[in-house]
């Protein structure tokens, strides 16, 4: 696919994702959502990176949902029953492609600069890590333009911050600017600069990349877990977790580096088969 909205880069195990439409404020609108699927879609399937960072071009992260997007051939149709039990697929196909963010078999670093709106919460919301400059501030800003955000946020934000920050920026649509961002714990770390923050977040990748990527996998898969989980429960399906990955051939590689004085060797996630694209004949 060639893409318009985004470009992809992938050198030393890190895969970069930049929204590449600085002009219109990286507004989201459908081909965004195509591209930013059929790239992750790839990432996934192949693992040929070991970390992603997400970040973006000028001044603002990203401005939100492109105004017209629901004027299009995608308007949601409430004026009938059944018109509006459609909008439930439309939304989970939507949704989806932020789900893919999270699912993702590698960490997600976000690097965002300026205004990160609207559906641009709902898109660092499902990433692992966020970095943020110092003007960066975040918006719900659905609540502005008359409606419920409903591609994420309310489902993760109260996840990563104090459920009483979320509902005051869900019911007023106030910008949360990066300062208070870093003191909620929505954000890591807070930058003078989009340079010093993306060459924090290249070293933050170099130094996750280093790292034995099925020790990283069940990392990630552990903490979603726990998340959304009693901590009995957490514990029991790390038992099951770990039985499934442990592979001494790592810490033995660990320990050998360290007294060789190199960098550990590691194997990569090998890729997923599609069983829908299976080459397989009747017989």
């Known amino acids: 696919m060639d893409y318009q909205c985004i470009t992809l880069e992938i050198a030393d195990k890190i895969a ?50 492109a105004l017209d997007v629901f004027g299009s051939g995608i308007a949601l149709d409430d004026r009938s029953a059944a018109g509006r039990a459609n909008i439930v697929p439309q939304l989970t196909d ?19 600069q300026g205004g990160c709106v609207g559906g641009g919460v709902d898109m660092v919301s499902a990433c692992d890590i966020r970095l943020a400059t110092a003007d960066a501030f975040f918006c719900i800003q659905e609540i502005n333009i008359g409606m419920t955000a409903d591609l994420g946020t309310l489902q993760r934000l109260p996840k990563l911050i104090p459920e009483g920050i979320v509902h005051e920026l869900a019911y007023t649509g106030r910008r949360l600017p990066a300062q208070r961002a870093l003191a909620v714990g929505l954000v890591n770390e807070v930058f003078e600069s989009q340079q010093a923050m993306l060459a924090a977040a ?13 020790a990283i996998w069940g990392s990630k898969q552990a903490i979603h877990y726990a998340r959304d989980h009693s901590t009995h429960d957490a514990l029991q399906q790390m038992g099951w977790l770990q039985s499934g990955i442990w592979q001494t051939g790592n810490l033995v590689e660990a320990f050998q580096a360290k007294q060789q004085g190199r960098a550990p060797v590691y194997t990569d996630l090998p890729p997923l088969q599609s069983f829908v694209e299976a080459d397989y004949k009747l017989k």
């Open 16 to 65: 970069r994702l930049t929204l590449a439409r600085p002009a219109d404020m990286n507004t989201m609108q459908p081909q965004l959502w195509r591209e930013l699927t059929h790239a992750l879609q790839r990432l996934q399937r192949e693992a040929p990176a070991r970390v992603l960072v997400i970040s973006s071009t000028g001044k603002h992260f990203t401005a939100g949902m």
């Open 94 to 112: 939507m949704q989806q492609a932020f789900n893919l963010i999270e699912q993702l078999r590698m960490p997600v670093i976000a690097a965002i």
């Open 202 to 214: 290249l070293q933050m990748a170099r130094e996750i990349a280093e790292k034995p990527p099925v």
